[in-house]
């Protein structure tokens, strides 16, 4: 007779879904390496799944889809979670704009999220805004957005630019962002725009424990920009790291690149070689 346990697959997928990546991750070598599909975005245009399995088969643990996706189907979101399944890669996260956080496109953005197995909803750019009062709204929209969300097992996120970083009215963006949203709204830090624009990433890491779920390894140097491959900027990788996994929350790591002097698919490989090297 065949018996069947009642903590079902289901039961078991479900739970694992709703463990934050930390929990599962008993050493920083755990914690997944993935790369913002941004990096490889002329590739991925011509052919989407193809460009998926080459990232797969370099390594990478995870990738991050970016607003393009937001056009989706969701039957077609069911097919390109059928191949990261096949590929046993995940995606923890997206990029949006800010119209997957309004009350008309939130409903789209839990949909697709959901069937990717996503657990952030990330606002990659929060469009034109004035002044300290236009960042306090932008903080708004992402509370309302995440009090929807998170009844539906996601969260919402924010990415920063080098916008963020300028003072405003007295005040950095950023700073107003951070001071002005619900703890459970991730600060995803994007490393080479915080550089550029003189800040201190480990220091900002250290002012947030817990919110920073999510990190884009971007380098820069002062002569090449973001041109440079991982490792080569003025980024202090080890500091950054040991503060974002004992401090930061850390969950996943994002490898991004605006270009650098390799295609792109090199200069994914290039880059996930160096951040693994520097790890071991």
């Not at 997957?100 to 034109?128: C, D, H, W």
């Not at 890491?205 to 991982?230: Q, T």
């Not at 790591?253 to 880059?271: F, H, N, P, V």
């Amino acid at each position: 007779m065949i018996t069947h346990d009642p903590f079902s697959r289901r039961s078991f997928l479900a739970l694992v879904a709703a463990t934050p990546l930390g929990a599962l991750a008993t050493t920083s070598k755990e914690i997944p390496i993935g790369l913002e599909l941004y990096s490889v975005r002329n590739d991925l245009e011509k052919d989407l799944m193809g460009t998926v399995r080459k990232i797969a088969k370099m390594g990478y643990e995870c990738v991050e889809f970016y607003s393009p996706y937001y056009e989706w189907t969701a039957d077609y979101a069911k097919r390109v979670r059928k191949e990261l399944d096949d590929l046993g890669i995940r995606c923890y996260s997206t990029h949006n704009d800010s119209t997957a956080f309004t009350p008309a496109g939130v409903g789209k953005a839990i949909e697709l999220n959901q069937i990717l197995g996503a657990r952030y909803v990330v606002m990659a750019s929060a469009g034109e805004v004035s002044g300290a009062d236009g960042w306090k709204q932008v903080a708004e929209t992402l509370n309302k957005a995440n009090n929807t969300m998170r009844d539906q097992g996601l969260h919402a996120g924010y990415h920063n630019h080098d916008a963020e970083w300028k003072p405003v009215d007295g005040q950095k963006p950023i700073e107003i962002l951070a001071a002005s949203t619900d703890a459970s709204i991730v600060l995803q830090l994007d490393v080479g725009t915080c550089l550029e624009t003189g800040n201190d990433p480990v220091a900002w890491i250290a002012k947030n424990p817990g919110r920073i779920r999510s990190m884009h390894c971007k380098d820069w140097s002062p002569k090449e920009g973001y041109r440079v491959l991982f490792g080569e900027g003025t980024a202090p990788w080890a500091k950054l790291f040991a503060a974002a996994e004992s401090t930061g929350g850390i969950e996943y790591y994002l490898i991004e690149q605006e270009g650098s002097r390799y295609s792109e698919q090199e200069t994914a490989k290039r880059c996930l070689e160096a951040c693994r090297k520097l790890r071991a």
